[in-house]
């Protein structure tokens, strides 16, 4: 597509539940990252694919928070037994193929906003 | 380790009048370094990014940002603030070596412009 699609864009659940995030990035863009911005702070990075598999996934908070990319484009966020400190807006980044300079210029998303009461 | 502090957290200007949003980083090697603009409902957008080359960066819109080393300062300006400037501004420095998709965002910047 012309840019970074991530659905849903707004998304409210309860405590304990289990939501999915999804991103679909531009096409041909081999690397896709995830950040998480809380209100009032800058986005935090969680986890990036370059292609199928996670190059980098220091940034996930716990156990609780995985991210897939079964066929190297469309991924999706996944949150178990959610708590009301993961809500934040997520937001879905890809890129060109990535280089060791860490001067790669990401493309973002509008971000799914997740509220958990 | 790399990190970057954006001396600002709220920034109001009047149109017409100077933009300067401050950011001040710290790294162990000569960093690349990002502004992005969010506005509201809107994803991140790039305005500009320094890689080592130029120390004067123009960016789009009419904003620049000037590498200072001697500083560690990557500001970002703009001569003339028009009413759709208004959105969060954020400095961002990019980490090399094994967390290559690790930017490093600060808390950002809020500017408003009046009327």
């Known amino acids: 597509g012309a840019g970074v699609s991530q659905t849903p864009s707004n998304k409210v659940t309860e405590k304990g539940k289990y939501v999915e995030l999804r991103c679909d990035p531009i096409?041909?863009?081999?690397?896709l990252y995830w950040y998480r911005q809380s209100l009032g702070q800058g986005p935090e990075f969680l986890i990036y694919?370059?292609?199928?598999?996670?190059?980098?996934d220091s940034g996930l908070p716990n156990d609780r928070f995985f991210a897939v990319r079964p066929e190297g484009s469309v991924s999706t966020l996944k949150i178990q037994r959610t708590e009301r400190g993961d809500s934040a807006v997520y937001l879905c980044?890809?890129?060109?193929?990535?280089?060791?300079?860490?001067?790669?210029?990401?493309?973002f998303g509008a971000g799914s906003r997740l509220t958990v009461l | 380790a790399q990190s970057v502090t954006q001396l600002d957290s709220h920034v109001s200007v009047s149109e017409g009048t100077p933009v300067l949003l401050r950011c001040n980083y710290s790294?162990?090697?000569?960093?690349?370094l990002f502004w992005y603009v969010q506005h509201p409902n809107k994803g991140l957008q790039l305005l500009l990014k320094?890689?080592?080359?130029?120390?004067l960066v123009k960016g789009i819109n009419g904003f620049e940002a000037e590498f200072k080393k001697s500083e560690t300062s990557f500001h970002l300006t703009k001569p003339s603030a028009h009413m759709s400037d208004a959105a969060e501004y954020f400095c961002?420095?990019?980490?090399?070596?094994?967390?290559?998709?690790?930017?490093?965002f600060g808390k950002g910047t809020k500017l408003s412009v009046k009327p």
């Open positions: 096409s041909g863009h081999t690397a």
């Open positions: 980044a890809s890129s060109l193929m990535t280089t060791g300079s860490g001067a790669n210029v990401l493309t």
């Open positions: 790294s162990s090697y000569s960093p690349s």
């Open positions: 694919f370059q292609g199928t598999g996670a190059a980098d």
């Open positions: 961002v420095v990019g980490l090399r070596g094994g967390s290559q998709g690790n930017l490093i």
């Open positions: 320094y890689t080592s080359a130029a120390t």
